[in-house]
C-alpha cells in the first residue's frame, strides 16, 4: 500500500470486509469441509481484514449437518433442510443477515461463497415442489446483507476469477474505503470537492453521463445540506463504478489525460501516445501500454493534480490485474 493510501487510511493498512468462513478454510461446511481460496486468503489478506461469518453455524446447524437448499419462488424462495422439507431455516438466516448487516456496518466489502443457499449473491439454484429446478435465486443471508448495504461493493470467490469483474471489484473496494473514512472524518464541501478531484478519470473512464452529473453535484456542495449532498454523491458514484469499464470510454480519459502533455511533449511523443491510446482502443494493446508511457511523460513532467489521480493505480499492483 502506498504512502497516500495509509494516510487516507488513518494509519489502518487493511480494508475491512465481511467473508464466508470457508472461504478462508474454515471447516464449516455442512460435510465438515472449507472452501478455501487461496487468492483471497493468501493475495487479497495482504490488504483485506477479514471479519468471517458462517451464516449457518450461526444460527445453530451443526458440523456437520444436512444440506439446505432453496425451494419455491425463485424472486422469493425458503431455505429447508433436504433430509427435512418441513425444516424450514429461512427466517432465521434472514434475521441473522439483518443483525449482521448492523453489526458489519463499518465494513467496506462482502465475498460471498458463491451458489450457497445462504450466502450465494445470485445465481444460486431453486428447486420446485416436486425437485426439479425451477430457477435461480439469491442466498437468503447474502440478500439481507446487500439489501441492508445497497452501496457495499460485493463479489464471489468464483466471479473473481474474472479479470474484469475482479479489477472492477477491487477498484469498487478501494474507492468505497477512502470514501467511508473520509465520511468517518466529517465530510465538508472542501473533502468532497477534493475526493471528487482524485477520483474524476476514473469516473470518467466508467460512466461519462454520470461522470457529468457527479461534477454538478460536487459544483453545489457548499449550498446546501452537506450530508444530504454527500449521500447523493456516493450513491451515484457507485453506480457508475458498478460496471466495467468500456475500452471506448478508458480511452477517453486517456486522452484527456494525454491532454495535460500536449504541450511538453514533442510531436513525436504526443503521437506515439496517441497512437498507443487508440490501438488500446481498438483491442490491439492492453491498457497498461499507454498507461506506461503516460506514467513516464509524468516523471520527465510532473503535474501535481495528474499525479494525484486514482486512475492511475486505483489499487496496488499486488492485487493482481489484467492490464496494470
Known amino acids: 500500500m502506498d504512502e497516500a493510501d495509509r494516510s487516507d487510511s488513518d494509519g489502518e493498512e ?44 450461526a444460527i445453530g446447524l451443526g458440523v456437520p449437518r444436512p444440506p439446505i437448499r432453496l425451494v419455491g419462488d425463485p424472486d422469493a424462495p425458503r431455505a429447508v433442510d433436504v433430509t427435512d ?22 465494513i467496506s466489502a462482502y465475498l460471498f461463497k458463491s451458489r450457497s443457499p445462504s450466502c450465494g449473491m445470485e445465481r444460486v439454484k431453486v428447486y420446485g415442489d416436486k425437485g426439479a429446478p425451477a430457477g435461480k ?4 443471508y447474502a440478500r439481507e446483507i446487500m439489501r441492508a448495504n445497497p452501496l457495499l461493493p460485493v463479489e464471489e470467490e468464483g466471479r473473481l476469477n474474472d479479470p474484469l469483474l475482479r479489477d472492477n471489484f477491487l477498484l469498487r473496494v478501494h ?4 470514501w467511508r473514512r473520509m465520511i468517518a472524518r466529517g465530510v465538508t464541501p472542501g473533502a468532497l470537492v477534493e475526493f471528487h ?20 453535484i460536487v459544483a453545489n456542495a457548499g449550498g446546501g445540506d452537506i450530508e444530504a449532498v454527500a449521500a447523493d454523491y456516493i450513491s451515484l458514484l457507485m453506480e457508475a463504478l458498478r460496471k466495467p469499464a468500456s475500452r471506448r470510454n478508458q480511452a477517453n480519459a486517456l486522452m484527456h489525460l494525454a491532454g495535460y502533455f500536449k504541450k ?17 482502443r481498438r483491442g490491439e494493446r492492453p491498457l497498461l501500454v499507454p498507461l506506461t508511457l503516460l506514467r513516464h511523460h509524468l516523471r520527465r513532467h510532473p503535474d501535481a493534480y495528474v499525479e494525484a489521480q486514482r486512475y492511475l493505480e486505483p489499487f496496488p499492483r499486488e492485487l493482481g490485474g489484467i492490464d496494470r
Open 14 to 57: 487493511k480494508i475491512p470486509v465481511g467473508i464466508s468462513s470457508c472461504l478462508l478454510g474454515e471447516e464449516v461446511r455442512y460435510n465438515g469441509g472449507h472452501k478455501l481460496d487461496r487468492y483471497i486468503r493468501q493475495v487479497l489478506g495482504q490488504y483485506f481484514k477479514f471479519i468471517p461469518v458462517c451464516p449457518e453455524v
Open 85 to 106: 422439507p418441513d425444516r424450514d431455516v429461512t427466517e432465521d438466516l434472514a434475521a441473522h443477515g439483518r443483525r449482521m448487516a448492523g453489526e458489519l456496518s463499518g
Open 137 to 140: 435465486g439469491q442466498g437468503i
Open 175 to 178: 474507492v468505497y474505503d477512502r
Open 197 to 216: 478531484s482524485r477520483n474524476k478519470f476514473l469516473i470518467l473512464a466508467h460512466d461519462q453521463q454520470r461522470y457529468r452529473r457527479l461534477g454538478r
Open 264 to 280: 511538453l511533449l514533442d510531436s513525436g511523443d504526443r503521437q506515439e501516445l496517441a497512437d498507443s491510446i487508440e490501438a488500446y
